[in-house]
Every structure is written in structure tokens, then in C-alpha cells.
């Protein structure tokens, strides 16, 4: 897969990864390679990445799912304006996932699988100094869409994920994350697993028009 606009369609949110199939490193050094390349302001490559596997992972993940086990955290107001976009891909995916709106339990079950990085075996911490400015985060997105997309095209799945920053404080202790970092979001990568069907979901876009506005006259 080399066109461009073949890998933005082909990119999607996996939320269940093949929990045995490493990811190789030279895969991963090339994928980071190309999202080094994100444009920043300043050329000051806003973006801090913690990536782990193996053990400290696992122990990553064992801590993330006790914390969780405590109580989830509230889910994030939304401005009313995007409420309806945020219920729509809920039913989707929780849809392809087999699970009644109504069953709460089986809901808590696939929430619960934010924190153990959908079985990804490489997990991804986002973080950008505190005393950076949302322009500077819009630089930290351009690196992660860049990562992803790279991800994508060497047949490796990613999903980004606040709900790793609900925790953040879990994190940082595990990962030996510096306090001058603010934790933005979890990353997930790893190979899909192809027979989760939620992994083929094509999640709908607005029209160009709901979002961007020409003024030409
Ligand atoms: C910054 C960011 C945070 C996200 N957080 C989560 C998350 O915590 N859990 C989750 O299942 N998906 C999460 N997602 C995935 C979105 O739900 C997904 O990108 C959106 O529904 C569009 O679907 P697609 O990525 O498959 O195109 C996140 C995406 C982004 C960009």
C-alpha cells in the first residue's frame, strides 16, 4: 500500500490486536522515522512518546485495569453541538461488537479493554510540556496522525486513546513519565485482529461543507 489517499481510507481505530504477534522494531523505527517528519511550530517537535512492551507493559496494564477496577472515570462533557456525532460511533462500535445499548455490564467489559490497550503488545503514552499552548498539541496530532498513517501502510493497526489520560497519574508512575509532561492520550499498536468486527468499521465523516467554510465573495 503506497497511495496516500489508499492508506488514510485503509486507517481505522483497532480495538482488538493479536496479543502474541510482536511488532518488529525495524517496522516501528521506520513508522517513527516518517512522523518525526510532522510539521511544528517553530520546528519545535512538540511530541513526547513513551512506548512499552514486555513486562513493564503487562505491569502497565495490571495497574491501569486495577485503577480501573476502582471505578471508571467520568466520561468528558461534550458541547451539546457534538453529542449526537459522539452517541452515533458508540452505537457503531459497540454495535459491531455485539452489545446491546442496554447491557451495561457487557459495555463496562469492552471499556474495560481502553486500559489494557485493546491486548496491544506495544503501548504508547502522548504527552506534551505543560507549558505549551494548544497550537503546539496540534503539532503533537500531526505527528500521531503521521505515525498511524505509516503504522497503517506496514500492516500494523493503532488506536488513539484518552481514556489512557483519564489515568494519567497511573502512568506517569509507571512509565517514569517526567512531571514537566502532560499526559494527552494512550496509543495502541499492534497487529489487528482480523476476526473482531468492530475492527472494520467505517465510521462516518461529515459532508466538507459542515466544516469548513470557503468565503469567496
Ligand atoms: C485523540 C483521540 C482519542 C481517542 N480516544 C479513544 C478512546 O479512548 N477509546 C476508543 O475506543 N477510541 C478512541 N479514539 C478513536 C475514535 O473513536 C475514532 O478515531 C473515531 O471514532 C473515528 O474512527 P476511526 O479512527 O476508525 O476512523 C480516539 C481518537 C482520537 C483521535
Given at each position: 500500500?503506497?497511495?496516500?489517499?489508499?492508506?488514510?481510507?485503509?486507517?481505522?481505530?483497532?480495538?482488538?490486536?493479536?496479543?502474541?504477534?510482536?511488532?518488529?522494531?525495524?517496522?516501528?523505527?521506520?513508522?517513527?522515522?516518517?512522523?518525526?517528519?510532522?510539521?511544528?511550530?517553530?520546528?519545535?517537535?512538540?511530541?513526547r512518546?513513551f512506548?512499552?512492551?514486555?513486562?513493564?507493559?503487562?505491569?502497565l496494564?495490571?495497574a491501569l485495569?486495577?485503577q480501573?477496577?476502582?471505578?471508571?472515570?467520568?466520561?468528558?462533557?461534550?458541547?451539546?453541538?457534538?453529542?449526537?456525532?459522539?452517541?452515533?460511533?458508540?452505537?457503531?462500535?459497540?454495535?459491531?461488537?455485539?452489545?446491546?445499548?442496554?447491557?451495561?455490564?457487557?459495555?463496562?467489559?469492552?471499556?474495560?479493554?481502553?486500559?489494557?490497550?485493546?491486548?496491544?503488545?506495544?503501548?504508547?503514552v502522548?504527552c506534551?510540556?505543560r507549558?505549551?499552548?494548544?497550537?503546539?498539541?496540534?503539532?503533537?496530532?500531526?505527528?500521531?496522525?503521521?505515525?498511524?498513517?505509516?503504522?497503517?501502510?506496514?500492516?500494523?493497526?493503532?488506536?488513539?486513546?484518552?481514556?489512557i489520560a483519564?489515568f494519567a497519574d497511573v502512568v506517569r508512575e509507571e512509565l517514569d513519565i517526567p512531571e514537566e509532561l502532560t499526559v494527552l492520550?494512550g496509543?495502541?499498536?499492534?497487529?489487528?485482529?482480523?476476526?473482531?468486527?468492530?475492527?472494520?468499521?467505517?465510521?462516518?465523516?461529515?459532508?466538507?461543507?459542515?466544516?469548513?467554510?470557503?468565503?469567496?465573495?
Amino acid at each position: 500500500m503506497s497511495d496516500l489517499a489508499d492508506v488514510v481510507h485503509a486507517r481505522r481505530s483497532i480495538r482488538m490486536f493479536l496479543r502474541d504477534k510482536p511488532v518488529p522494531r525495524e517496522l516501528l523505527t521506520e513508522a517513527l522515522e516518517l512522523a518525526m517528519r510532522a510539521p511544528s511550530n517553530s520546528n519545535i517537535q512538540p511530541w513526547r512518546l513513551f512506548l512499552t512492551s514486555g513486562p513493564r507493559r503487562d505491569r502497565l496494564v495490571e495497574a491501569l485495569l486495577a485503577q480501573a477496577s476502582r471505578g471508571f472515570p467520568a466520561t468528558v462533557g461534550l458541547p451539546e453541538s457534538f453529542a449526537d456525532l459522539r452517541r452515533e460511533v458508540g452505537k457503531m462500535v459497540y454495535g459491531a461488537m455485539g452489545i446491546a445499548r442496554e447491557d451495561r455490564e457487557a459495555r463496562r467489559i469492552a471499556q474495560l479493554r481502553n486500559w489494557e490497550f485493546f491486548r496491544a503488545p506495544v503501548a504508547g503514552v502522548v504527552c506534551v510540556h505543560r507549558n505549551l499552548g494548544a497550537v503546539d498539541s496540534m503539532s503533537v496530532g500531526m505527528f500521531l496522525q503521521t505515525l498511524m498513517l505509516a503504522l497503517t501502510e506496514r500492516g500494523l493497526g493503532s488506536c488513539a486513546q484518552v481514556s489512557i489520560a483519564h489515568f494519567a497519574d497511573v502512568v506517569r508512575e509507571e512509565l517514569d513519565i517526567p512531571e514537566e509532561l502532560t499526559v494527552l492520550c494512550g496509543l495502541a499498536i499492534g497487529y489487528p485482529d482480523e476476526d473482531f468486527p468492530a475492527n472494520h468499521l467505517d465510521t462516518p465523516r461529515n459532508p466538507i461543507a459542515a466544516n469548513v467554510v470557503f468565503r469567496e465573495d
